[in-house]
T-cell receptor, first 112, second 115 residues
Framework: ELKVEQNPLFLSMQEGKNYTIYCNYS?????LYWYRQDPGKSLESLFV?????AVKQEGRLMASLDTKARLSTLHITAAVHDLSATYFC????????????FGKGTRLSVIA | DSGVTQTPKHLITATGQRVTLRCSPR?????VYWYQQSLDQGLQFLIQ???????AKGNILERFSAQQFPDLHSELNLSSLELGDSALYFC??????????????FGEGSWLTVV
């Protein structure tokens, strides 16, 4: 059974600081997704990472994938308040039973 | 706006009742997914349909059922509702499945409160 673990689950950052969210998964997969969710809102797609070594950047967010380590990271550079949200990673399973398995999410709060 | 439309946005109903949640996928998307989000369970995959046929099944209770119609819209039926069914139900769609790294787009969700 595919398991996806994120850490930390809660993160309070000061504006202007850098931090990394980690996403580990338990079985082979080369498709990893990052989503952002504001409270009570939909999930907004941030990145789709398709291969080992893939790196994608959008603004202050950069995501990477290491399929050998079964690890993805979401790096936040010079955090601003608008980045406050919950960030989910999700992994596509090959098992055919569960198309996308989500981590528990990292609730990020950026404070002045 | 992801292009995935869900109705109703909010629903309050009593225990034992039955409700139907509706989803219209993005134009051209063949795959529809249903997820349940609750505070204690997180985001749980329920079921996937692809071009009208059931493709994958997750932790969907027997009291729940779904279908995808020829026009590709989908409905999730929840019956004999219990308090624990209160959650945010998301529909998502993609052109195919997760194969090929298609982005999976989520709707705004349907808030279900069972009282």
């Amino acid at each position: 059974e595919l398991k996806v673990e994120q850490n930390p689950l809660f993160l309070s950052m000061q504006e202007g600081k850098n931090y990394t969210i980690y996403c580990n998964y338990s079985t082979t997969s080369d498709r990893l997704y990052w989503y952002r969710q504001d409270p009570g809102k939909s999930l907004e797609s941030l990145f789709v990472l398709l291969s080992n070594g893939a790196v994608k950047q959008e603004g202050r967010l950069m995501a990477s994938l290491d399929t050998k380590a079964r690890l993805s990271t979401l790096h936040i550079t010079a955090a601003v308040h608008d980045l406050s949200a919950t960030y989910f990673c999700a992994v596509a399973s090959y098992s055919g039973n569960t198309p996308l398995v989500f981590g528990k999410g990292t609730r990020l709060s950026v404070i002045a | 706006d992801s292009g995935v439309t869900q109705t109703p946005k909010h629903l309050i109903t009593a225990t034992g009742q039955r409700v139907t949640l509706r989803c219209s996928p993005r134009s051209g998307d063949l795959s529809v997914y249903w997820y349940q989000q609750s505070l204690d369970q997180g985001l749980q995959f329920l079921i996937q349909y692809y071009n009208g046929e059931e493709r994958a099944k997750g932790n969907i209770l027997e009291r729940f059922s779904a279908q995808q119609f020829p026009d590709l819209h989908s409905e999730l039926n929840l019956s004999s509702l219990e308090l624990g069914d209160s959650a945010l139900y998301f529909c998502a769609s993609s052109p195919r499945g997760a194969e090929g790294g298609n982005t999976i787009y989520f709707g705004e969700g349907s808030w279900l409160t069972v009282v």
